[in-house]
């Protein structure tokens, strides 16, 4: 039976973290197999892999995260460990990346916003916004591409007899 990417990636990085005392990412992607790096496995594969053998983030050396095996010196709860509810490293990088993906979905609803009023004034103008939008979408492209486009439109309605 064939291992998915992630097993495979989780199982190496376990291996990896043997006789370690700390890890970055950057480090744990470096140390997998060739083979694994071909693959080119997602940092979230990685990170996985690491916080599987129990391992915890914390931040070092300008906001790196520099991963650790937890600290079992009177076998209580480490207030750092990812699973923590106060204090947890994970719990304020996930709260900081849901905040930072709604002020984004902030940003698009008010940039759809914009378009929809851009849309109104040019219509309220006497402008086709189809036509406008299709002028847009064509200076996006590079000249070469504009032609190549175009000349296949060209053929496609010859093919079609919508052209003589």
């Known amino acids: ?5 992630g097993d495979q990636v989780a199982a190496a990085v376990g291996g990896i973290l043997a006789g370690r005392n700390s890890i970055t990412l950057e480090e744990a992607q470096a140390a997998l ?14 990170t996985k892999g690491i916080a599987a053998a129990g391992w915890i983030g914390r931040p070092f050396e300008g906001g790196r995260i520099v991963y650790m095996p937890p600290a079992d010196d009177e076998g209580g709860d480490d207030p750092l460990h990812n699973g923590s509810d106060q204090g947890s490293i994970a719990a304020d990088e996930v709260r900081l990346l849901i905040e930072h993906r709604e002020r984004l979905a902030e940003e698009a609803k008010g940039n759809r916003e914009d378009v929809r009023d851009w849309a109104a004034e040019a219509k309220g103008r006497g402008y086709d916004v189809k036509s406008l939008n299709a002028v847009i979408k064509l200076r996006s492209k590079k000249k070469e591409e504009r032609f190549e486009d175009a000349a296949i439109l060209e053929l496609y309605l010859r093919a079609t007899g919508m052209m003589e």
């Open 33 to 46: 197999p060739a083979h694994l790096r071909a693959a080119n496995p997602s940092i979230k594969a990685i």
């Open 1 to 5: 039976m064939k291992l998915k990417l």
